[in-house]
């Protein structure tokens, strides 16, 4: 009955002329237009039929009419809350209807009202719906949201989950909701969350920590990896990238998971790196067959397929429905007057135009445009801005900070001199911060990027400008969002990532909508609107497989292939995966989880090409397996070469010295040279092993970033190497993230795993223990045992320094490590502000 009354509404013309309306009032409000004189109607009739309709379309099970209903709702008590009270009463209704009780507990406190002044029969029907929708866990009480209750429902089915939902819906809180749980009933000793960056692990890690410090459990929180002569933690939960993950597992053969939560998991399709998610995914369930798996991401069409290619059938929880709406406004600028832009809405896909914005200067560029349009309309609330790369970042936050200058807050000041010390004196940000603005991008220090967060999060900054970072689930959700033109690397933005882009306009428990400005639209590469938000996810490791595999065959068969040493080979990850099941006896299981079953011609040839590769080379399982990520032709050229020098200069010649030793520099110089030319296929005249030797030293030895910034426009003014200090600034962060610790991890990995098969082969086994653990020190960029203990407990690399300086032990373990950190006083220790933060977040309750 009732969803049939609630079609009739959406069936009936009048009440989408009604919504178009509303939201006409709304956004003409919002933008000092006189939005009611377009109106010719009697207000008042049309704002009770949309709240009676509100209503009813609450109680629909259509997505499409809850989400009508919510916009209805809030749109109503924004506009007109002042003048029709009951309009905030008439929202309480429909979102407890609609399940959504974090916008109804915002909604009591924007407006000091309570559900208990509604009538009696009402307030029973709100309790009995938060009720059904409540979960306890210890001696708290949780509401949830109705897929949020959906989705725990499922979780404690213990199937394997496939979740979709938008970047708001909650799920992250409900998945550590529930790994807190198992841990609490002593289901588990083990849990992992796997992320794609960095910039991910610090941002989950943070909310586990919470959880983990306010709670009375003998739980560790892991989040780098942990050397094999290091004991795993008897309890821990692993926050990690599928890199950290791979060592992990590689260093620890008991290491064997019971809850694995795949956050982002349409990385599964990511290239190279999306094979090595499944290669640890499926690593991690053949070491305990009745471990959960969960997938999660945003806006996936059947999410359930996932996992598939894990030879598992799983549960599908999905959702649409954001906790926030997203208004969406179309800016056009080449007006006659230069200055000026036109305002459009959206409504049911068609732009309803409702006036123009006159801005204090020219729109005569992409960077202009943006900058004025933001400083013009984003005064309503926070605002975000989306940017090709680093470098626009700076440009735009420039531009955004180019105003009348302000007295600048204590706290401002504050965020300015951490960042000086953090980076370097001369990095922009630190300026652009005392005036409101911030960037965040993935290439920044840790701690860094989370002072941003926090600092924009807690309203110290008016104006963020962010990369793609936003589209890797980083949780920087703002009141406005500006766009104009976005692309993702080399290509235009596609309506999936547009999509998931926008679900960033919004706070969920700050406000009820989010505004979503795209600036001349109509000349955008592509056209995002008219495409679909749903995600169709195929795992690299599949198409390689089935619909690449004549491609990925004669890539095995081409030993002699140079590969591109700017970026790692499409099929070089699943070329080294199908060797190593080779030799583990499992090809047969992974093709035919490809859907590859026995007298398939494409297996046929995939077994063969596999067969001959290995005769190629004499490197056993677990060398090959220990160097997932380089071609095991690469691998024996390595072998070979590393034998020869053995032969002739004895184990001390190729074994890399420490850090620390003195000798280290000329030693990593021939090191880099064999891998280089060896695993890279560079010429023997490649200069660059003097370069990345200088900055690998500096990094791992521990130097503070600021130092290896100066030495390295030492280096260039050296070497005659003309660059200005803004760009070396960022072309080191930039070698930091992506040579330092991603290529350089790689190749140091392959090294010394090859290492220790030579010195074996040719009876130095005595020498192997010397070998030391430098993927570990670049992953961390610290060489000493107390720093090292620091970041393993979950703390920045910038922190470590400042409590490796002020510790009197250079050798405290972890749980050394941990135990002091407890007994210093952090609020007397002379430390940033930043690193205080971070030490109470994971080490103290609140």
Not at 260 to 278: F, K, T
Not at 631 to 644: H, T
Request: proline share 5%.
């Amino acid at each position: 009955m009732i969803e049939e009354l609630a079609e009739r509404i959406w069936s009936n013309p009048n009440f989408h002329n009604d919504t178009s309306s509303l939201r006409n009032l709304v956004f003409s409000d919002m933008f000092g237009f006189d939005g009611a004189a377009a109106y010719e109607g009697d207000h008042n009739m049309m704002l009770r039929r949309l709240t009676s309709s509100a209503l009813m379309l609450a109680c629909s099970e259509r997505s499409e009419l809850r989400k009508r209903s919510y916009e209805i709702a809030t749109g109503i008590s924004e506009y007109a809350s002042q003048t029709h009270p009951g309009s905030v009463y008439a929202l309480l209704l429909a979102l407890g209807r609609l399940g959504n009780f974090p916008a109804m507990e915002f909604a009591k406190r924007r407006y000091e009202v309570s559900e208990f002044a509604l009538p009696q029969r009402t307030i029973a029907e709100s309790s009995a719906r938060r009720l059904s929708n409540s979960v306890t866990l210890g001696a708290q009480d949780f509401s949830l949201t109705d897929f949020q209750f959906g989705l725990w429902n499922k979780l404690s089915s213990q199937h394997t989950i496939g979740i979709s939902a938008p970047t708001s819906a909650g799920k992250s809180f409900v998945l550590q909701f529930y790994a807190r749980k198992l841990f609490e009933e002593k289901q588990i000793s083990y849990a992992a969350i796997l992320v794609p960056s960095r910039a991910l692990i610090t941002q989950v890690s943070e909310d586990v920590a919470s959880w983990l410090t306010n709670s009375s459990l003998n739980v560790e929180l892991i989040t780098t990896p942990i050397p094999s002569e290091s004991k795993l933690p008897s309890k821990a939960v692993f926050v990690v990238t599928q890199e950290r993950m791979q060592l992990l597992l590689s260093a620890h053969p008991n290491l064997s998971p019971e809850l694995l939560i795949v956050d982002e998991a349409q990385n599964l399709g990511d290239g190279p790196r999306g094979v090595l998610l499944s290669s640890v995914i499926e690593e991690s369930l053949r070491r305990f067959e009745k471990c959960q798996l969960v997938f999660a991401g945003p806006n996936l069409s059947s999410p359930e397929k996932l996992a598939q290619g894990f030879a598992r059938e799983a549960v599908p929880v999905s959702t649409d429905e954001p906790t926030v709406a997203q208004n969406i406004f179309l800016l056009d600028t080449g007006l006659s007057d230069p200055s000026s832009a036109k305002v459009s809405f959206l409504s049911d896909g068609k732009p309803i135009e409702i006036g123009a914005v006159d801005c204090d200067q020219p729109l005569l560029d992409h960077k202009s445009k943006l900058v004025n349009l933001g400083l013009r309309l984003g005064g309503n609330g926070q605002s975000l801005f989306y940017a090709y790369g680093p470098s626009e970042c700076e440009d735009i936050a420039f531009g955004l900070s180019d105003v009348e200058e302000k007295e600048p807050t204590a706290v401002q000041l504050e965020l300015s001199k951490f960042v000086k010390e953090a980076v370097h004196p001369d990095f922009q940000l630190s300026s652009f911060v005392l005036q409101g603005v911030g960037y965040h991008y993935g290439r920044l220090p840790s701690l860094v990027r989370k002072a941003i967060e926090d600092a924009f999060s807690e309203g110290v900054l008016d104006y963020l400008v962010t990369t793609s970072t936003l589209l890797q689930g980083v949780n920087l959700p703002a009141r406005n969002l500006f766009l104009r033109n976005p692309r993702k690397g080399d290509e235009p933005i596609s309506s999936v990532d547009f999509w998931n882009l926008s679900g960033r306009a919004g706070r969920l428990g700050k406000e009820f909508s989010g505004n979503i400005f795209l600036i001349d639209y109509g000349t955008w590469e592509s056209d995002p609107l008219s495409g679909t938000s749903d995600r169709q996810v195929e795992p690299t490791l599949q198409s390689h497989l089935v619909q690449q595999a004549d491609a990925l065959i004669e890539y095995i068969k081409d030993k002699e292939r140079a590969p591109d040493p700017r970026v790692q080979d499409e099929y070089e990850n699943t070329f080294v995966k199908l060797v190593q099941d080779q030799m583990k006896g499992r090809l047969a299981e992974t093709l035919a989880n490809a859907g590859l079953m026995e007298g398939n011609q494409t297996r046929i040839a995939l077994e063969q090409s596999i067969s001959r590769a290995l005769d190629e080379v004499e490197l056993d399982e677990k060398t090959i397996s220990s160097s997932p990520t380089v071609s095991i032709y690469r691998q024996q050229s390595l072998f070979e070469r590393l034998e020869k020098s053995l032969k002739l200069k004895g184990p001390d010649y190729v074994i890399p010295k420490h850090p620390r030793d003195p000798n280290a520099y000329s030693s990593y110089i021939g090191v880099l040279h064999r891998c280089h030319q060896a695993i890279l296929k560079l010429p023997k005249s490649d200069k660059s092993p003097k370069y990345f030797t200088q900055l690998i030293l500096r990094w791992m030895r521990g130097n503070p970033l600021p130092l290896i910034i100066d030495g390295n426009l030492k280096y260039n003014q050296t070497n005659g190497i003309k660059s200005n200090t803004a760009t070396v600034i960022r072309k080191t962060l930039s070698e930091i993230e992506n040579d330092v610790r991603f290529k350089y991890v790689r190749l140091f990995s392959c090294y010394n795993a090859v290492l220790e098969a030579a010195l074996r082969k040719h009876d130095f086994e005595d020498s192997i223990k010397s070998i030391p653990a430098i993927p570990l020190y670049l992953e961390m960029g610290a060489s000493s045992v107390t720093m090292m203990s620091f970041i393993g407990l979950g703390l920045s690399r910038f922190t470590s320094t400042q409590l490796q300086e002020v510790a009197r032990r250079v050798d405290m373990s972890q749980d050394e490590a941990r135990i002091w950190i407890r007994r210093q006083n952090i609020e007397a220790l002379d430390i940033p502000s930043a690193s205080a933060k971070e030490i109470r977040r994971l080490f103290q309750a609140a």
